[in-house]
């Protein structure tokens, strides 16, 4: 009979290094599935792992897919080392792009560049806003954050599908249930031209830095850790556990808000009912395999922008399903938590009669 | 002729890293208290799971009743009239009591079991309510239950693993009748404990471990201390100093403290009156779940809800301040769970400083202060070599060390902050005799450099050694407290059921006639002959 028995000392190399086992076991098994197709599989995997990476323009669209999982996972990551279960940065995202386009609504025709300040600003404060009514009923009433901060998710699809198929409908849009398209001036600034990449990525890398100073060199930051690891330990020192679900919660709404803001006033354009595309509930992914590590989920992040590029791609070139997408961020899911379970045990063969 | 009840041979168990048992004979005849004797990490623990089947041996045989045996599990070493009694309990921490007992029993219905613990509770004393859930019981009341447990499948062989430490000495007393009476019944018991006088009042036959070896076999009786000791650890624990010093002003006062319970388990506490003196320590004794935790709860400020006025150090009130705030005041607390509590298992012993101490930490108004990690870690190292820490250095994660290691890191931790004040809970439970022997050194040194030190412990012999008053702790009122001259151990342990009597001095609690008595202390005793010593 298998069983699985606790290892005395877990290997500190496989525990960095069981998130690319679990991508070469991804690989394996997407060869095998493009095979079971009857695809080729070396040309799925180019599509997968090489098309995205080849050009200048294509590695600017991989940046561009990453910058908002790596924005809302870089929050997310403060969650889960607190122990505080934010399972609704999906619905942060989309109100930080409904409170970023009601900003760029507002914007005259030919004003100041400066009008992206306000709308970033108002993105990040319509996440943190939706990330408060998720801490207030925790705190208050002690609610499940789980359920509460999901359930705000589709709370959030309805604010948004209010504001486009109502007050903000674009008079000349032929009756689509979209804003009409903001201002130029309040396009996010890009960084180069022919690229979409915008100073996104820079908040994003300003974000793994700070992250990264926050939880291991600020006392702030330790005391939220310890809030997660050992809840009687952070009562013991005095560090308290309402600071930490409301510090948690606010940086990780305030950081979807933002991924929200930068996606409505940058590559969209507009306010459609399209906004959402799962980067909330992605990020989750990323930062797991990223190991709740500021620079960990640097890599997750453009790894799972590759998988959707990779989807778009093997949709349009091979003919597969886009959901392949989901497919792949799933299974990666699922190596990988197969790969830190035998870090932490082995497999050992028993005989279920008899003592040595 | 008469088979031995069990013999072991040449049994062997290895973890990686570590041998627990090496080549490890035993013999424990019928109706014959058997000791074992070690300290913590001798590997008496690993020898009774391999008895009991709970661990299988790499090598070596077991003899029941002259039968070679393979004891596959638990359950076998139960048909085979083989009971334990662990240290660490193994109980379902959202069960309760009759459950966890139903679990081992599975043919009687809930309610036989249930009868057959009030039954088994009142022939032993062991007053327990089957209908608890286990997490909230407290130590020494999930440990009566384990000896409910073992005593209900009627055993032929009792294991018994550290089973007094718990228990005030009337109950001791009273376990030791119903240990002989069991053995003169025919039970043999295998007694496994490092308190000696307990083994030479008990056990007729003794196998002393050191390293997973046995270092001897002998009869306790004929032994002293000494050569007991001797064969144990190698030398003689060192004694303790406690000189006489006179007390200076009140760094602790705690005036009628009463606290309603927070858990609808714990123990309500009632008019605590309390006075810790720069100098001098103060012992708390009690059977455990008397309203230790709580007490310790509200003098940390990790239960903040205390009156206000209610616990003052020096001439502040504290009664709201959180535990961080106190400790700014030189309160340093160094509590009875070591691991999740006192240190994160996870973290490294250097970050774990970081729980309470903050001399690595620059720039405090920015984020709650920017971490020196090089500070931090020579702060740890020091800590690690002042207290003499095994560990494999300040980047050693806190579950990697042995019970006793990280209790000298912790109150190596405490003490290191010079405190003011300094509050230990459990100072020595579950750590060898030699680093017990050191951190009562450290308590006695803090004392002697002029702090004021409150230690609550469920080890007698301890408080003895080093405490100047002692108080008890019962059913969530404390006891006027008594200089450790005029204290007994029939007198506190008659204290510690809840009976004593005040004479003088506003600050004790009414006498406690007509109440039953609790705990695991059996005794009843009229209330007249409680103590009737009050010193302030």
Redesign the interface.
């Known amino acids: 009979m298998l069983k699985l028995e606790n290892r ?2 877990p290997s500190a190399f496989w525990s960095y290094g069981s998130p690319l086992l679990a991508l070469l076991c991804t690989v394996v098994i997407g060869v095998i599935l493009f095979a079971m197709l009857g695809k080729d599989p070396v040309r799925g995997l180019q599509i997968f792992f090489w098309e995205p990476l080849k050009s200048g323009y294509a590695l600017g669209e991989l940046v561009v897919k990453a910058t908002p999982l790596l924005l809302i996972a870089l929050g997310l990551a403060v969650c889960y080392r607190s122990n505080v279960w934010n399972i609704g940065a999906e619905g942060q995202y989309l109100i930080g792009a409904v409170a970023a386009s009601g900003v760029a609504l507002m914007a005259p025709p030919g004003g100041s560049a400066w009008i992206v300040v306000p709308v970033l600003v108002a993105g990040v404060l319509g996440g943190m806003l939706w990330a408060g009514l998720a801490a207030l009923l925790k705190d208050r009433f002690n609610t499940n954050e789980i359920l509460v901060s999901l359930m705000l998710v589709y709370v959030a699809v309805q604010v948004l599908g209010f504001m486009v198929y109502g007050p903000w409908k674009d008079p000349n849009g032929y009756n689509f249930p979209q804003t009409k398209t903001f201002e130029a001036a309040t396009r996010i600034p890009r960084l180069f031209s022919g690229s979409r990449m915008s100073i996104g990525v820079l908040f994003a890398l300003l974000g793994v830095a700070g992250l990264w100073v ?1 939880l ?8 939220q850790q ?1 809030g997660g ?2 809840p ?2 952070a ?6 556990s309402r600071g930490a679900l409301w510090t948690a919660f606010l940086i990780s709404g305030g950081l979807a808000g933002l991924a929200g803001a930068l996606e409505v006033a940058g590559p969209l354009g507009q306010l459609t009912p399209y906004v959402p595309a799962g980067y909330g509930f992605a990020a989750i992914i990323v930062a797991y395999v990223g190991r709740l590590h500021p620079v960990g989920m640097m890599f997750s992040a453009i790894l799972m922008s590759m998988f959707y590029i990779g989807g778009e791609l093997a949709q349009s070139r091979l003919g597969l399903p886009k959901s392949l997408t989901g497919v792949f961020q799933g299974l990666l899911l699922f190596t990988l938590l197969g790969c830190d379970t035998l870090v932490n045990y082995r497999l050992v063969w028993k005989r279920t ?4 | 002729m008469t088979y031995p009840r069990l013999q072991l041979t040449g049994i062997t168990k290895a973890y990686p890293g570590v041998v627990a048992n090496s080549d490890v004979s035993l013999t424990v005849m019928p109706g014959e208290t058997h000791a074992v004797l070690g300290e913590n990490g001798a590997g008496k623990s690993t020898l009774m799971k391999i008895i009991y089947g709970s661990i299988k041996p790499d090598a070596g045989e077991i003899r029941l009743n002259g039968q070679p045996i393979q004891i596959r599990n638990p359950k076998e070493a139960r048909a085979n009239g083989i009971s334990m009694v662990f240290q660490h309990f193994n109980l379902f921490d959202t069960m309760t009591v009759a459950e966890n007992v139903w679990l081992g029993l599975t043919r009687n219905s809930l309610e036989q079991v249930t009868a057959s613990i009030v039954a088994k509770a009142n022939e032993y004393g062991l007053d327990i309510d089957p209908a608890r859930p286990v997490h909230t019981l407290s130590v020494g009341e999930m440990q009566r239950v384990e000896i409910i447990r073992a005593l209900l499948t009627r055993p032929e062989l009792l294991i018994l693993d550290e089973p007094t430490s718990v228990l005030t000495p009337q109950a001791v007393e009273k376990l030791f009748v119903v240990l002989k009476k069991l053995a003169s019944e025919g039970c043999s018991i295998l007694y496994i404990s490092h308190k000696l006088h307990e083994i030479r009042e008990l056990c007729t036959a003794c196998t002393v471990l050191r390293g997973g070896k046995v270092t001897g076999v002998c009869n306790p009786q004929e032994e002293s201390n000494a050569s007991l000791s001797r064969l144990m650890i190698g030398a003689e624990p060192p004694k303790l100093e406690h000189k006489a010093q006179p007390a200076g002003e009140s760094r602790l006062l705690v005036s009628n403290l009463s606290l309603p319970r927070e858990d609808q388990f714990g123990v309500d506490l009632d008019g605590i009156h309390l006075d810790v003196r720069a100098g001098e320590v103060v012992g708390i004794a009690g059977v455990s779940g008397n309203g230790q935790k709580e007490l310790l709860y509200a003098l940390s400020g990790e239960d903040c809800r205390a009156a206000p006025g209610s616990i003052r150090m020096g001439d502040k009130d504290v009664s709201a301040l959180h535990p961080g705030s106190r400790r700014k005041l030189g309160l340093h607390f160094v509590p009875e769970e070591r691991l999740g509590r006192g240190a994160v298992p996870t973290l490294s012993l250097a970050h774990n400083l970081l729980l309470t101490r903050t001399g690595s930490i620059k720039h405090p108004k920015f984020a709650g202060g920017w971490i020196q990690v090089k500070k931090l870690e020579e702060h740890a190292a020091a800590i690690i070599k002042g207290f003499n820490v095994k560990a494999g250095g300040p980047n050693a994660v806190a579950r990697s060390l042995s019970g006793g290691n990280l209790q000298k890191f912790i109150v190596g931790r405490e003490i290191d902050a010079k405190p003011t004040l300094f509050i230990v809970s459990q100072p020595t439970w579950g750590v060898d005799v030699g680093a017990a022997a050191q951190i009562r050194g450290e308590i006695l040194a803090l004392r002697d450099a002029g702090c004021a030190v409150l230690v609550v412990s469920e080890e007698l012999e301890e408080l003895f050694e080093v405490s100047d008053r002692m108080h008890v702790i019962a059913r969530g009122k404390l006891s006027p407290s008594v200089p450790i001259a005029e204290a007994t151990v029939e007198k506190i342990g008659e204290w510690m059921s809840g009976l004593w009597h005040t004479v003088e001095g506003p600050d004790a609690g009414p006498p406690q006639v007509g109440e039953a008595p609790l705990g695991g202390a059996a005794t009843r005793v009229a209330a007249e002959r409680g103590g009737q010593h009050h010193h302030a």
Do not use: H, I, N
């Open positions: 005395p000392q926050f291991f060199r600020t006392r702030a930051g330790f005391a310890v690891l050992a009687a330990a009562r013991y020192a005095g560090f308290s009669a008899g003592a040595k």
